[in-house]
């Protein structure tokens, strides 16, 4: 998946996130060799302020403290291979088509968007696509995936507003079998995960899922915003109750937020971000690679 | 709301409690759990340190370690400091449970901002219900010409609740502004609503739009949308906004999740501007002036008592109330009085909702599910049974539990329950008659 200039297109979408990480864990560390008394607490801080949560935050500091490090480039490079260690790797995709991912997420956090872009990366692929509008809640949620459609031009399976949304998974899982379509993408209404009768809701969309198509959902991605904070990981924690994820995918990288709540995530469930989102063009989605991620929040531009 | 908080402040209170006395090295320890607390509810690093700083000043100042009950001071000064930083005692109008708009001009002109999803379009649709209740005439329109579907979003909200949208055809977003004020002259509306592309902050082009669109129009209120889950992030967002467009005040949303919503806290040190409405809930009706003391209980863990009482204020008549009292009195409590009770309560919101607003009551375990449509099964058994079965429940044999079951569609065992439920509040009432149980009730926390 490292297909050519993918660290330059990631490097201008985090640029900006960058300049803000620069003035954080970056610049934290240029011009600075040695370590003293409150090296380590500030160090804590700074991922802190990037959302890595305390948890995470401690448990490297901690580990880094009890290594004896001599200078500040020694704990940058053990910090970095640490927290590359921390992200899960994505696992391939399976063979098997047609194959239907459900992107499921809160209100906001870019849901819609998201399966556009990742539609167009498929087909860009060659793949076949066909998108689900199963947001029959917010008000036109399913015009604006219409468009999206349009513009990409993939086909797009949707009902009136306030359709029951299993039903349109059932739809287009048939529409998908007749036109032999290798790839399902259904766009699911936000939801807070404290709604229990929309948990149970998405519940009832997996069930139907796999009751006409075996193994699906193949893929179950929570949409998470990168501005989020720590009640990000309290959304992995509940929506992996009604649905079994499989990953993330981190929208709105483009901004300063930085995402820092992956690492929890990673720690406490071991899900693997799957894609992050740096802009508003259907282009603007790229697979992710913990790597190159770490890189580029660590680096400092000159 | 800011639950984590709440829950933090319990331990440390009880830990406090159990020392008996506040001493320097434990008040340390506190200050050190209030840190935490702030720092995992997602306050930013920075308005973490003066906060606690400040609680450390006033703590000295006050001479809590010769205190009688250090635990209960600190409380307060934890309180109050978190009301000052939420509401403080200049937002007057807050504190009376008044909101602080400007409606200036003909029309008086009110943005919405913020990032994306940030849930601009929604609150648009709230802030005109509710200026409608306020007796305004607002007319609501969007300038957002970025996302797909994103004005057809606005009119199809507009037209659920009966509000007055206006399209335009412009096509540049400061022409689309002067045309929708232009409607809104002449057609009377007061005030005129924008609702702005969402965008970041640091997006100069999209920023300057803003700019522009501000000074053709000179909106009297320029309403930044934060999303209460909002991560450390928060700060630079809201005040990048500010800085560029001197934001007159701070919608929140979204604090019917679960966040712990330190983003209030953030949002409102960095910009120093008012909180002024909360959405708190999915509905359109969801949606209230914000008001710090109350937030600064909920954080306290007292519990939100005010919306409670407020909510059933507003679900229940006095009359009803008054002959409620009477039966208890009389000690004449019927199915048809506890279908009437489970009525009033479902007037109040879900369960949960109310559940949440007692003390303790959000401490619930999360696996504790509360079903609403329990409540729809209980109103259907009891519509299921005749009126002398309501009046008289002893009556109820075998054979007509049989028939309430299946005129109802639940089980027999679900209409042996409900009778014994019942028969189970009207002990509870003969207690309450006498007034000793309540106060405790309301006394746990804390």
């Known amino acids: ?302 | 709301m800011l639950e984590g908080l709440s829950d933090k402040f319990q331990r440390i209170v009880k830990r406090i409690r159990g020392e008996g006395t506040l001493t320097e090295s434990n008040m340390e320890e506190a200050l050190g759990e209030v840190r935490l607390a702030l720092l995992e509810a997602d306050v930013n690093v920075v308005v973490v340190k003066n906060f606690v700083e400040h609680i450390r000043e006033q703590a000295k100042g006050q001479e809590v370690l010769l205190s009688l009950t250090p635990a209960q001071q600190l409380i307060k000064i934890i309180h109050s400091e978190l009301v000052a930083v939420l509401g403080g005692p200049s937002d007057a109008a807050l504190l009376k449970g008044r909101d602080s708009l400007n409606i200036k001009g003909f029309p008086s002109v009110f943005f919405l901002v913020g990032l994306q999803g940030s849930g601009k379009t929604t609150t648009a649709a709230k802030l005109a219900l509710y200026l409608g209740k306020r007796s305004l005439t607002p007319l609501l329109a969007s300038t957002d010409l970025q996302r797909p579907a994103a004005r057809e979003q606005l009119r199809i909200l507009s037209d659920q609740h009966h509000l007055r949208y206006f399209e335009g055809k412009s096509t540049t977003v400061r022409e689309l502004g002067r045309e929708c004020f232009n409607e809104a002259r002449l057609k009377g509306f007061n005030p005129l609503i924008i609702d702005t592309a969402g965008r970041l902050h640091i997006d100069d082009a999209l920023m300057e739009e803003l700019v522009v669109l501000r000074d053709a129009l000179k909106p009297s209120e320029i309403l930044y949308v934060a999303d209460s889950m909002t991560g450390q992030d928060a700060v630079r967002s809201s005040q990048a906004f500010n800085e560029r467009l001197a934001l007159t005040g701070i919608i929140l949303t979204k604090l019917d999740g679960d966040s712990r919503g330190g983003a209030a806290l953030s949002v409102r040190e960095v910009t120093g501007k008012t909180i002024k409405f909360a959405g708190v809930g999915e509905k359109s009706g969801d949606f209230e002036v914000f008001q710090p003391e109350r937030m600064a209980s909920r954080i306290l863990g007292m519990g939100d008592l005010m919306g409670l009482i407020e909510k059933a204020e507003e679900a229940v008549s006095i009359k009803d109330a008054q002959r409620l009292q009477e039966k208890l009195r009389k000690n004449a409590f019927t199915l048809d009085d506890m279908l009437d009770q489970i009525r009033q309560v479902k007037k109040m919101g879900s369960l949960g909702d109310i559940l949440k607003m007692l003390p303790g009551g959000m401490r619930l375990p999360s696996e504790t599910d509360i079903d609403d449509r329990a409540i729809l099964h209980t109103e259907a058994i009891i519509q299921s049974m005749t009126l002398l079965e309501r009046e008289t429940p002893n009556v109820i044999d075998g054979s007509r539990r049989k028939r309430i079951a299946s005129g109802s569609g639940r089980s027999v065992q679900e209409v042996n329950q409900l009778l014994r439920s019942y028969a189970e509040m009207r002990k509870m009432m003969k207690r309450v008659r006498f007034g000793k149980r309540i106060p405790q009730l309301f006394q746990k926390s804390t």
Request: aromatic share 6%; hydrophobic share 45%; proline share 4%.
């Open chain 1, 1 to 302: 998946m490292e297909n050519p200039g993918f660290l330059d297109r990631l490097k201008t979408g985090l640029q900006r996130s960058r300049e803000k990480v620069a003035s954080s864990i970056g610049a934290f560390f240029s011009g600075r060799t040695g370590i003293d008394s409150t090296f380590f607490t500030e160090l804590e801080e700074r991922l802190l302020a990037a959302d890595v949560g305390i948890a995470a935050s401690q448990r490297l500091v901690i580990s880094l403290r009890s290594m004896k490090l001599e200078t500040a480039g020694e704990v940058l490079s053990e910090l970095k291979r640490q927290m590359v260690a921390i992200l899960p790797r994505a696992s391939g995709s399976g063979s098997a088509f047609p194959r239907l991912t459900l992107f499921v997420g809160v209100n906001g956090c870019g849901k819609t968007t998201t399966v556009a872009k990742i539609g167009r990366l498929l087909k860009s692929e060659g793949k076949s696509v066909l998108l689900v509008a199963a947001d029959t809640f917010r008000a036109a949620a399913g015009e604006q995936l219409e468009i999206w459609a349009d513009r990409l031009d993939v086909p797009v399976v949707r009902q009136g507003s306030g359709a029951d949304p299993a039903a349109l998974v059932f739809d287009g899982i048939q529409a998908a079998k007749a036109r032999s379509i290798d790839h399902i993408l259904v766009d699911t209404a936000g939801r807070l995960q404290t709604k229990k009768h929309l948990m149970a809701e998405l519940e009832k969309m997996g069930r139907v899922a796999s009751r006409e198509l075996p193994g699906a959902p193949h893929a179950t991605l929570l949409v998470l915003d990168a501005t989020v904070g720590q009640n990000g990981l309290v959304q992995c924690r509940e929506f992996q109750q009604s649905v079994p994820l499989t990953g993330i995918v981190l929208t709105k990288m483009d901004g300063t937020a930085k995402g820092g709540i992956v690492f929890s995530i990673a720690e406490e469930l071991r899900l693997p971000v799957e894609y992050i989102g740096v802009g508003e063009k259907a282009e603007d989605v790229l697979p992710f690679s913990p790597d190159i991620f770490v890189e580029a929040l660590f680096e400092n531009r000159s």
